[in-house]
């Protein structure tokens, strides 16, 4: 229990410096390191042909978003399948498979790495470098910068700009993704993690047996898998073998490498409304009391910040109580075989790292939507695997690269409108009206993610082909398709891997599910922000509802949860509760 505390505290103190950092990024605000990061983006932009001062309307924003994205879909694809040339290809890889193909260039553009792979065995180093590594760059920068143009939206200090695209997408590939990565890539090597291109080592083991041990430029990945919030490993194993993980000082760098910059994100978006309140005061000659630093959280998160980062802190613990505890009771089946169940679950975990800080890692890595793992997933107890299934479903639990936040805003305008109706007044966030027009794109928005997961796991159980993947009979094979969508439609890419995916079905469902849970979502989401640009702000009445209260956090998480209640429930009852409840019977 300690270390799980001491975890979440020094995260709170690391992340209120890197928000401040990715806010003044956000806001064009000046940074310590300009004279050095003004220079290099300059040289991009010229060799680009870009204008980085050229302003865009949501519209123009998803295009351009949409279109960078679909040319990196095209020659990643095509990398993959010609990876078979000897160029960077020591251990003389094969080309992938079309269906294959498909699945993983949707997968890392989409920020999801799902892999129905092993990457030390199906791709070649150059696929590693090209195509791997350099779309958790692209995709990772692609959802900040979506989140980023979202934020200037709903602050409103334009009525038809939200940024520059490609401005946003260079200024965070440079400033914050290849810094970040550069300083926890040499920790991870410092720590053991390979970064070469060398072949594969085969050894003599104790048993006279022969082991291949994977070589390769892990490092580089290992980072921007986590920092990006991107997922998926160099090797199959993924962060639970000692090659891409092999000490508790790797497995802290890497959890609080996925964990910075989606908290970091809230605090850009706290701050950039309390920067627009300020200005719409002292414009009216008003006092700022209400805009500015009354307490200290305040003054570090921005009011709004805070209370949307309060209620995803709120959702994480919860779900990260109830791993720790299902975990720590051990399984009762292995108990009346005689096993010792002292140290809680052991099953499919590092016991360097023990329940704690498995139970630790398996809610970061899918509240967060990283989808990296440093145990197995498909061995956890049903309630165990319940927690990061529901917080995958939600999505609204931190997320990644600036997802998390603007779901949940979405639970937020859905809230102050349903508050809005039980006192009869026009609901109003973030000082303007929330009319017809934004409560039918945020329903849109928010009835996509379930539709996808149950719609494609309705068609896995009521198909041969879908059947053909369950390794498991009953109800934790239930878990498995509804695990594996569920992890597609909120970009994840972890997975219960006793489920045989690398099929025809299998890759096609799942990278159609990760196509429109990733993109669907980020246009309609824009176009939210491109509505609220328009409209005008509203004074506060005596019967305006703040959102900035410390009451406002507890009205989102129940808001949250009684959805996933109607959406969610009664198919996790036929999963992993009926699982639950037929072991411990």
Known sequence: MLQLVLTILIYLILVIPVGSYLYHIAAGKHTFADPVFDRVDATVYKLSGVDPQKSMDWKKYAMALLGTNAVMI???????????????NPNAVGAMEESLSFNTIISFMTNTNLQHY???????????????????????????????????????????????????????????LLPFSIVGGLLLVWQGVPQNLSG????????GTKQIIAQGPVA????????GTNGGGFIGANSATPIENPTILTNMIELYSMML???????????????????????????????????????????????????????????LSLCFFAESQGNPALANAGLSQSMGSMEGKEVRFGVAQSAMFTTTTTSFTTGTVNNMHDTLTPLGGLVPMLHMMLNVVFGGKGVGLMNMIMYAI????????????????????????????????????????????????????GLEGIT??????????????????ANNGSGFEGLADNTMFWN??????????????????????????????VNDTAGSLHTDTAAFPFILVVVVYIFAALTFFPVLALGPIAEHLVLWA
Request: proline letters at 2%.
């Open 261 to 319: 910059l989606p908290g970091a994100c809230v605090i850009t978006f706290g701050k950039m409304v309390r920067d627009r309140k300020a200005e719409m005061k002292e414009a009216n000659a008003v006092s700022a009391s209400h805009t500015g630093a009354g307490s200290l959280t305040a003054r570090f998160f921005g009011r709004e910040g805070r209370t949307i980062f309060a209620a995803m802190g709120i959702l994480f613990v919860i779900g």
């Open 508 to 537: 096609i469902t799942t990278g159609l599910v990760m196509f429109f849970g990733r993109y669907l979502s980020i246009v309609i989401q824009l176009a939210i922000a491109g509505s609220f640009m328009k409209k005008k702000f």
């Open 220 to 227: 580089a990945l290992e980072i921007i898998k986590h920092l």
């Open 74 to 88: 095209l020659l990643g694809y095509i990398i993959l399948r010609i990876q078979s040339l000897p160029f960077l």
């Open 200 to 207: 594969n080592v085969v050894v003599d083991t104790i048993e």
């Open 118 to 176: 092993s990457g030390e065995t199906g791709l070649s180093y150059l696929s590693q470098m090209l195509v791997i590594t350099f779309m958790m760059f692209v995709s990772a920068a692609s959802g900040y910068a979506a989140c980023v143009a979202f934020i200037r939206g709903l602050a409103g200090k334009s009525t038809n700009n939200v940024g520059n695209f490609y401005s946003d997408l260079v200024r965070i590939t440079t400033r914050i």
């Open 472 to 489: 498991n009979p009953g109800f934790h094979g239930l878990s498995q398709v509804l695990y594996e969508f569920a992890s597609s439609a």
């Open 414 to 465: 859905l809230a102050v409108f349903i508050c809005g109706l039980m006192i009869g007044r026009t609901p109003e966030y973030l000082g303007k009206k929330i009319e017809g027009r934004e409560m039918k794109l945020t329903a849109l928005c928010i009835i996509i993610h379930p539709f996808l997961i149950l719609t494609f796991s309705a068609l896995a159980v009521g198909t041969q082909a």
